[in-house]
């Protein structure tokens, strides 16, 4: 039969509100991770990255945070506007691995109202 | 400026027909990545190739086949289409191994009926 797709996890926020989006990685080797932006229709689009020997890491409105005591991972996007409007996956890599190969979250789509 | 490059953006197949996925890139990337993703999923890596001539399985191989003859091109063959293989592909690239920033392709949705 036709399988059915699981539901998202979803986050909306009012235009010009900060949003914080949140993933779980689950392997305590990864060294570095990457936030993707996913916009309906279109390919994962880059956004920030982080190697595992930093907490913290900006850039132009989003800001990445890694504890990799709980291995956990964060993107904050200051004064959010309505062309933010995605699913936003995490993704991590063990710089170890052949191939360079990612492992991807399930996602997070975020909702902008204006 | 054209990047990652995949044709065709949609196509209906009937169950057991074949067909290729074609993808290239123009940033004399050595990396180049298959990927699956379905309804509300993250991406699954189907396979991946570290230069032209060497590919290798991902997560979720069966049911497909790769080829690398030169560095820009990586097609993603269907050899008996199966409605399991419903699904959004994206094929990626990426430099070398400082970074791995992949870069992706807008991605081909294939239904198989």
């Excluded at chain 1, 392997?27 to 190697?51: C, H, L, M, T, V």
């Excluded at chain 1, 945070?65 to 996007?77: A, E, G, M, P, R």
């Excluded at chain 2, 699954?44 to 069966?62: F, Q, R, W």
């Amino acid at each position: 039969g036709e399988s059915v797709g699981l539901h998202l996890p979803t986050l909306s926020v009012q235009e010009g509100d900060n949003s914080i989006i949140n993933c779980a990685y689950s392997n305590s080797a990864s060294d570095y991770f990457i936030w993707y932006k996913q916009e309906s229709g279109k390919g994962p689009q880059f956004i920030i990255d982080i190697r595992s020997n930093m907490d913290k890491r900006q850039g132009q409105r989003v800001t990445v945070l890694l504890n990799k005591t709980v291995k956990h991972l964060s993107l904050q996007i200051a004064a959010t506007q309505p062309g933010d409007s995605a699913v936003y996956f995490c993704a991590e890599n063990n710089s170890g691995n052949q191939g360079g190969k990612l492992i991807f979250g399930q996602g997070t789509e975020l909702s902008v109202k204006p | 400026n054209a990047g990652v490059t995949q044709t065709p953006k949609f196509r209906i197949l009937k169950i057991g027909q074949s067909m290729t996925l074609q993808c290239t890139q123009d940033m004399n990337h050595n990396y180049m990545y298959w990927y699956r993703q379905d309804p509300g999923m993250g991406l699954k890596l189907i396979y991946y190739s570290v230069g032209a001539g060497i590919t290798d399985k991902g997560e979720v191989p069966n049911g497909y086949n790769v080829s690398r003859s030169t560095t820009e091109d990586f097609p993603l063959r269907l050899e008996l289409a199966a409605p399991s293989q419903t699904s959004v592909y994206f094929c990626a690239s990426r430099q070398g191994v400082a970074k791995n920033i992949q870069y992706f392709g807008a991605g081909t949705r294939l239904s198989v009926l």
